[in-house]
């Protein structure tokens, strides 16, 4: 029987993210369920739920193909006996403490993200989202036309040394990036995306930027720094952003295509959380133009 619940949705910030209450989260969750949480998630771009202990891998997966067909990582393996869980664990170098959007080296980029909490530190290890078409709005008018004629190359071949862990060894840190180059760089990407892409569902623009782009077309090395740094500080700016503050057993779904994320590394203990990404999509610009592949060896 499918499980049916009252739900409540509650606002965590002025332009990003809602609390979602009254709901256990199932594979075989109601179809009016579901449909207040897509709802809930066109507008709000990432979801919070507590209390969801009850899911394991299995039904996390189930769960998530409520939202589309399973996306595995391009370049990493996925946890044992799953179909696509990315298991990030801090022991082994699991921190995405950059700003970034998941998986777009590729042109296909993945639409939602599905994040458990299974380990979770006592203090801190916090997560903070953006929303990317706040970003877009603020800039101002001939930065904005700029952007939207910007293409972007995104590869996962980028600096490993800027990942290793704050504070660790020089030995352990060359452990990790080798660790990190042979398994998540094992296969390179390269893909040009547009930087201004229109969300599918409702047209609106997003900036898209983040960790894996490398250089704009047209622009040096040092120009396309200096040019991300100034579009990228409009997505990281406090009044665009909300950060939650883990508990096991949470769940947070959000619009991969609409938002940036960060995960805040200022804790000592381990921290393990499993992601499903589900749902692929190839990012358009404002004239119709899609992202493509440039190279993959």
């Known amino acids: 029987m499918a499980t049916k619940s009252k739900i409540e949705i509650v606002k965590k910030a002025g332009r990003i993210g809602a609390e979602v209450h009254g709901v256990k989260l199932t594979p075989d969750i109601d179809g009016e369920t579901l449909s207040q949480i897509k709802e809930a998630l066109s507008e709000h771009l990432v979801l919070f739920f507590r209390g969801q ?77 953006a929303n990317t078409h706040t970003a877009y709005t603020d800039l101002p008018e001939e930065l904005q036309e700029l952007a939207e004629k910007l293409w972007a190359i995104h590869s996962n071949k980028f600096d490993y040394a800027a990942l290793a862990y704050v504070n660790q060894s020089k030995e352990k840190a060359r452990e990790y ?70 508990q096991k057993g949470d769940l947070v779904i959000w ?8 995960a805040v590394a200022d804790y000592d203990e381990r921290r393990i959380v499993r992601r499903v990404t589900v749902s692929k999509n190839t990012p358009k610009n404002v004239n119709g133009e899609e992202s493509s592949l440039i190279r993959k060896k």
């Open 53 to 129: 202990e009850h899911l394991d891998d299995a039904t996390h997966e189930e769960f998530a193909k409520r939202f589309g067909e399973l996306f595995a990582h391009p370049t990493v393996p996925v946890k044992e006996n799953t179909a696509a869980i990315l298991e990030l664990d801090s022991q082994y170098g699991g921190k995405a403490n950059s700003w970034h959007t998941d998986v777009t080296f590729v042109p296909e980029v993945p639409r939602y993200s599905i994040l458990r909490g299974v380990e979770i530190p006592s203090v801190g290890g916090d997560t903070i989202w």
């Open 177 to 246: 990036i080798e660790k990190h180059r042979s398994v998540f760089a094992r296969i390179e990407y390269e893909t040009r995306h547009p930087v201004v892409i229109l969300h599918p569902e409702n047209g609106k623009k997003h900036l898209l930027l983040g960790h894996f782009v490398r250089q704009f077309e047209g622009y040096s090395t040092s120009q396309s720094a200096a040019l991300y740094e100034i579009l990228q500080s409009y997505v990281t700016r406090p009044e665009n952003t909300v950060r939650w503050n883990w």
């Open 255 to 262: 619009d991969n295509l609409a938002s940036q994320h960060y």
